[in-house]
């Protein structure tokens, strides 16, 4: 039976109360549903921003969200469906959604269950269905169990995503049935010395970060008796500040040398050495111990850290060891052992003694001390394991899978790993969409399409124009953050691309960024951050460095796909009532600041009221505004611990695909969607931020890679190419064969000259006589041409329409004929001119030549007088 809790508040105890929780048995695995928050039993009267009609909302004690999400005087039984509604579908879409990415993910767990199911002889087709449901059901109850208790603290610098809270272990052999989850720390190690206890019960766990060796100085000649007398009373020294603490188990980093393990063991501390600084981190996170990087730095026990038990357990290594029934069906790798096989042949007797060995432990989970008592440790069969239970369970948690091969154990582990963070992501979405006093409608059913989003309602819909495109994953080629099978799975929409514009009196104040969001990562803030930085900064500065306007007088907008987001600011007359924890700290801060002088006091009163920055414990409230139904439908609810931790990035998903939710707001007559209908407010203080959501119509520029094209067009375009150069080649022709007379008939005036000689004026007419000819055969040439290639494509294109071809060579030829004409005329055009214009320099000269001489020989010359 999958079991539903749920709790009012955000407290950390997650066990149910006859008084807070109502209980609903409907399946085998927990799915915790948080409603309302901290403050939401608080009075509150507000005055709302423009647009809203509706100037307070009050919220009665511990009934404010009851009443907005069913309205006054509906039933208890009216109160819990809709509640008991969403989490339902919330917990059928995951089991879903595990057991898709089972079939696409962990394709080697499927072929283990296939090929156990003809090892028994019966059924298959049942033994595999029961099989598959019951990893299924496993990986569920682990999932939501992890997020049930584990509850990372992100105002106090913890990381948005859960999953490196949530550690999971493969250990292979077993069943299923044997995965487990442990609110604690277990890593693959063994304590330094086999007569160190094996369980441990409320141990005190010491953690140092180096190790615990004597250094000896270099290049110092000195007796050994001295070297060990000197080590020895050192090691006592250290030995006895641990000892002063009295831990039970010392975790080191690094080495620890003989003498020291000798002096441990004598003091009853159990030593667990070379363990690396990750695994230290996290083990320090959960026992609450301080990782020393010396044992100078010993003060007192508040360094140590608890658990409720320290034991070890033992293994059989099953990567080298496996039974007969494991390997009928497959083959055995170099590395691996049978052990029937082993045990029926003649082998050496240490070799018998170890298969032996591994057929006593089988695949079960052996004590430590018993492995050792039994002598299977020694033998090489076993894996030990250190774990470290009872831990804090908010804090972190250890999840150990069993039940198939190490390959297979992989592939669950990865797709286990991303169910936790849907199941995380789904109690923080389903906690936003109840204080937003929404639901889900009656009729809703899970799509039976595959899922596509680890969040509810969520259709992304065709991509346009039917294109194949993946979507887009942080611009990282990760295999972790793609689906094994090619297919686009959840595992491939886990980030957004969005643009954003800031904007000022309805004018872009900044160029529009296009940024991308993965969810849960770094790139990634919470809901509560984002309000508290981007909307309720007021020192928050426009990125344009002309602009010296606030945040108010600025609005922001997301778009994304064909929705628009914009986010404005705005200043409320009166403030939101303050929830009992501001109220607290402000009391604090008055009682702290009576204490000090009077002058101090005014000057630190006048510093607060100027501040433009809201203190971190004020509270965020949120309420909505149904621009349809022309008021305020829900009242004012404070964001739960939930909500204000839930992805920003998911946020703005569920903002623009979420096409299915609905206001649950009866007592008003609402049931608008969620999504277009209403404005969503969010406050703090005396500021308001509006959500309002907008439909648009997205343009983008489309390359295709081969343009259309039109024969006739261009075939038509050509012949008429050919027409006007056949006429203006004609004209130029003339042009050139009048040019030329001309400079003939002047070259032949001046032969009767004595001053020229007739060679030089023999030169200038042979070159005109070779480019009259030039001209003369470059028209007849051209003009054949065209003519021979008009003449030639229109019968054969003639030929091809009646044998319906089309003839691509042709065209070809036809189509680039223009071009060549005009090139060639270029070229001849240019070197006629050349020529043509030596002639006429040569010409200049010689009538120059001319005058000069006539002036000489006293001929009359007419001399311009000079007059002033």
């Known amino acids: 039976m999958r079991q539903l809790k749920w709790k009012g508040g955000s407290s950390s105890n997650l066990e149910p109360k006859a008084s807070s929780a109502e209980t609903i048995n409907a399946g085998s695995n927990a799915v915790e549903v948080s409603v309302g928050g901290d403050a939401a039993g608080e009075s509150a009267a507000i005055s709302q921003p423009e647009g809203v009609r509706s100037a307070s909302s009050t919220v009665e004690n511990n009934a404010g ?95 948005l995503d859960i999953r490196p809270y949530c550690k999971l272990k493969v250990i292979p052999g077993g069943s299923v049935e044997d995965s487990a989850y442990m609110s604690g720390v277990v890593f693959h190690k063994n304590v330094s010395h086999k007569k160190m206890a094996r369980v441990i019960p409320n141990a005190k766990i010491m953690m140092l970060s180096g190790g615990i060796e004597y250094t000896r100085t270099e290049n110092r000649i000195a007796s050994l008796d001295t070297l060990l007398e000197q080590e020895e009373r050192y090691m006592e020294i250290l030995v006895t500040k641990i000892f002063k603490l009295k831990p039970d188990v010392l975790i080191v980093g690094k080495s620890v040398c003989r003498k020291a393990q000798e002096l441990l063991l004598r003091a009853n501390i159990v030593l667990v050495q070379y363990v690396k600084s990750s695994l230290m981190t996290r083990i320090a996170r959960q ?30 290594d099953n990567d080298v060891w496996v039974d007969d029934d ?41 004590d430590g001390m018993d492995a050792v008592t039994l002598g299977l440790a020694k033998r090489g069969v076993v894996k030990t394991y250190v774990m470290i239970e009872g831990c804090p369970k908010e804090l972190g948690c250890t999840v150990v899978l069993r039940g198939a091969s190490r390959p297979a154990l992989k592939m669950v582990k990865r797709v286990l790993r991303f169910l936790i963070n849907c199941s995380y992501n789904m109690k923080l979405e389903t906690s936003y969409i109840l204080e937003r006093c929404c639901r889900l409608p009656p009729s809703y059913k899970i799509p039976s399409t595959l899922c596509c989003s680890s969040s509810l309602c969520v259709d992304f819909g065709q991509p346009p124009n039917n ?10 080629n990760d295999p972790a953050q793609r689906s094994l099978s090619g297919k686009i799975t959840p595992l491939d929409h886990q980030a957004i691309l969005i643009t954003s514009v800031w904007m000022t009196d309805k004018t872009q104040c900044c160029p529009a960024e296009v940024k991308g969001i993965c969810y849960y990562s770094m790139q990634d803030v919470s809901l509560g951050q984002f309000l508290r930085d981007s909307c309720f900064n007021l020192s928050l500065k426009c990125q344009n460095p002309s602009c010296k306007k606030s945040v108010i007088d600025h609005s922001l907008s997301f778009i994304h796909n064909d929705g628009l987001i914009n986010i404005s600011v705005e200043r409320m007359d009166n403030p939101i009532p303050t929830s009992g924890l501001a109220q607290k700290q402000q009391q604090k801060d008055a009682a702290e600041s009576s204490t000090s002088t009077a002058s101090a006091s005014n000057k630190h009163q006048h510093e607060e009221s100027s501040s433009p920055d809201i203190p971190d414990y004020e509270p965020i409230a949120t309420w909505t505004y149904c621009t349809k139904c022309d008021q305020v439908v829900t009242p004012l609810i404070f964001l739960s611990k939930q909500t204000w931790q839930w992805s920003f990035g998911k946020f703005l998903e569920v903002y623009f695909y979420n096409r299915d939710a609905i206001i649950n707001a009866p007592g008003h007559r609402c049931s608008c969607r969620m999504q277009s209908a209403p404005q969503l407010f969010f406050g703090c203080g005396s500021l308001a931020a509006r959500f309002t959501y907008e439909k648009i119509t997205p343009y983008s520029v489309y390359c295709r890679r081969h343009l259309p094209f039109d024969e006739t067009f261009h075939r038509g375009h050509s012949l008429q190419d050919l027409e006007h150069i056949s006429t203006t080649s004609s004209s130029l022709f003339v042009k050139y064969d009048k040019q030329i007379d001309a400079i003939s008939r002047e070259t032949r005036d001046l032969f009767g000259s004595a001053m020229n000689k007739p060679e030089h004026l023999q030169a200038v007419l042979s070159e005109l ?10 028209s007849k040439v051209l003009q054949e041409k065209i003519s021979s290639v008009t003449s030639k494509y229109s019968k054969v294109a003639a030929e091809a329409a009646k044998r319906g071809e089309v003839r691509s060579e042709f065209n070809e030829a036809l189509f680039n004929f223009p071009w060549y004409s005009r090139r ?45």
């Open 769 to 778: 006589n070779l480019v009259s000819g030039e001209v003369d055969n470059a």
């Open 65 to 159: 969200i009851e009443e907005a999400l069913f309205g006054p005087g509906q039933s208890k039984d009216a109160k819990l469906s809709a509640k008991i509604h969403l989490g339902m579908v919330a917990a059928d879409y995951l089991e879903k959604l595990g057991r898709e990415l089972l079939k696409t993910d962990a394709p080697l767990l499927l072929e283990e269950i296939k090929e156990a199911c003809v090892s028994s002889g019966a059924s298959s087709v049942a033994i595999e269905s029961k099989l598959t449901d019951l990893w299924v059901n496993t990986l569920m109850t682990l999932a939501t169990r992890c997020c049930a208790t584990v509850e990372p603290d992100v105002k106090n610098g913890d990381l």
């Open 326 to 366: 494991m390997t009928s069906k497959a083959v055995l790798s170099p590395d691996q052992k049978s052990v029937p096989v082993l045990l029926s042949q003649k082998i050496p007797n240490h070799e018998r003694q170890a298969a032996l060995a591994a057929r006593k432990l089988g695949e079960g989970v052996l």
């Open 824 to 868: 060639y005329l270029f070229m001849l055009a240019s070197a006629w001119n050349e020529r043509l214009s030596a002639a006429g320099q040569a010409l200049s000269a010689m009538k120059k030549i001319q005058y000069a001489g006539g002036s000489g020989r006293g001929d009359s010359v007419g001399v311009p007088s000079m007059t002033s």
């Open 287 to 316: 026992t609450g111990a301080t990782v020393l990087s010396s044992i100078d730095h010993v003060m007192n026990s508040t360094i140590l850290g608890y658990c409720r038990r320290f034991r070890l357990v033992s293994f059989r």
């Open 467 to 476: 294109r194949k495109a993946r979507p887009w994953n942080g611009g990282k």
